[in-house]
């Protein structure tokens, strides 16, 4: 049946903002403390807020761009707007490839949370079994009951939110200042060699803590005034996130000291040490409200983005955005799940290595993109201009291009094999001819608008 008189409600700013938030924390910010911790001591906090300041240049560089688009889309849509089709194709591919990642990573991360207090996950078919289990459960939910994205989304950001709150606020009580010694790390005392390495090893792990921003501007076509409430929220969620992970991160090494470095589940941990089991606990129960709602958004945005790459833009095969009676993108969500299952089998830091690296893919274009646009000034901007002329994009390009560095040889073959399979597919499936003069005609009005 089909309620004409039943328009979706547009999302609101406080809206955006959550869906941001949700977007941003994730299974990071509960599990790398320990990581960073173990490369960087003390100074793994000005390291936190060095990377902050990085990413939010490349935020930045999306606010500008969202201010000039109000098309769902994001990176692929700039590039594909900026450098032609193919460019935005490879970038659509390799923004789904980032949901699967995104997707696994927290599937992993959950396992592992469970794993440190219920020991039956340390047998391989429990651990295996569970993780192909929870993916086949999303893609039900996801096949029959989709209006439960919101209202999940909406309880997992209030969870971390909250489990962030009173792990920073009651930690500050039990807080040890002879944790917060040495301040220089033990690396950087044997070199600047070791220490610039020990850097990058921290660098991808806090940088991960801060990609989900990207995802906002995907779903602009739900949003009231898009151009002008996206830029606004990329920059209110990048400093909120900044300032509850810096805080949590304080917190944390002064409760903990050196033992933090040694956690699998550091939060959780660190807070059960200050105030015993039942501080574990509701560490514990918040991590793993907000890590499935990630997971839970990541199952439901990345089969919608390939559909839609198919569907509106003619840039997949016709089958692969076939819907079913729910309008759920079947297809999408049953390659989705197969790609995520694949990728559940390898390592959590690996996981965050490949969703590093796929952020990097999409970030590259993009901020090249505004300097063309303020070069040529094709796509003017509404409600958000990006200052400095060419300064931020410039710094934010030498930043993404440093990521690079810090990739292992795997992650960097992982990347290379999707580009380059994406890119033979490109040049060997039948394009939809319709859904591509829907392409042209959605491009054309935007340029119009822009008139």
């Known amino acids: 049946m089909n309620h004409n008189n039943s328009v979706p409600k547009k999302l609101s700013f406080i809206s955006i903002y959550f869906l941001g938030i949700n977007g941003v924390i994730g299974s ?226 002064g409760v903990a000291g050196s033992r933090l470095g040694g956690y699998s589940t550091p939060l959780a941990s660190v807070f059960g040490d200050a105030i015993g089991k039942w501080g574990y606990t509701v560490i514990i129960v918040g991590m793993l409200i907000s890590i499935f709602g990630v997971a839970f958004s990541a199952s439901f945005n990345a089969p919608s983005l390939v559909a839609s790459l198919a569907n509106e833009h003619g840039m997949l095969p016709k089958v692969i955005g076939k819907k079913n009676k729910h309008d759920a993108p079947w297809v999408g969500i049953i390659l989705t799940a197969i790609l995520t299952a694949a990728f559940a089998t390898q390592s959590y830091l690996f996981l965050v290595s490949c969703t590093v690296l796929a952020s990097f893919v999409q970030y590259v274009p993009s901020i090249l993109a505004v300097i063309k646009f303020k070069h040529t000034n094709e796509f003017p901007n509404h409600g958000f201009k990006l200052p400095g002329k060419y300064i931020i994009p410039a710094l934010a390009l030498v930043v993404s291009c440093y990521m690079v560095t810090n990739f292992t040889a795997k992650t960097l073959l992982v990347g290379t094999v999707v580009a380059v399979l994406a890119a033979v597919a490109y040049f060997f499936i039948d394009k939809d001819e319709e859904a591509e003069r829907r392409h042209e005609s959605f491009l054309a009005a935007l340029r119009n608008e822009k008139k």
């Open 28 to 253: 990071g910010t509960f599990l790398l403390p320990s990581v960073i911790y173990r490369y960087m001591n003390l100074s793994a906090v000005l390291v936190l807020l060095c990377t902050a300041l990085t990413v939010s240049m490349i935020a930045l560089c999306y606010a500008d761009l969202s201010s000039r688009f109000k098309g769902s889309g994001a990176a692929w849509l700039y590039s594909y707007n900026a450098f032609g089709r193919f460019t935005g194709y490879e970038l659509g591919i390799f923004t789904w490839f980032l949901g699967c990642c995104t997707l696994a990573a927290e599937i992993v991360a959950l396992l592992t949370t469970l794993k440190s207090f219920m020991p039956v996950f340390d047998n391989h078919v429990a651990y295996y079994g569970t993780a192909m289990a929870l993916i086949i459960l999303f893609a039900i939910i996801n096949f029959f009951g989709r209006d439960l994205v919101k209202a999940v989304n909406n309880i997992s950001a209030a969870a971390k939110i909250l489990t962030l709150i009173v792990f920073i606020v009651v930690g500050i009580f039990f807080i040890h200042k002879a944790n917060f010694s040495p301040v220089i790390p033990a690396a950087a005392l044997t070199g600047a060699g070791p220490f610039f390495k020990h850097f990058g090893a921290a660098f991808t792990p806090i940088f991960y803590l801060f990609t989900g921003f990207s995802f906002l501007p995907i779903a602009a076509k739900q949003m009231n005034n898009p151009e002008k409430n996206i830029p606004r929220v990329l920059i209110a969620v990048m400093i909120s996130v900044t300032i509850l992970d810096a805080l949590m991160m304080i917190v944390a090494i």
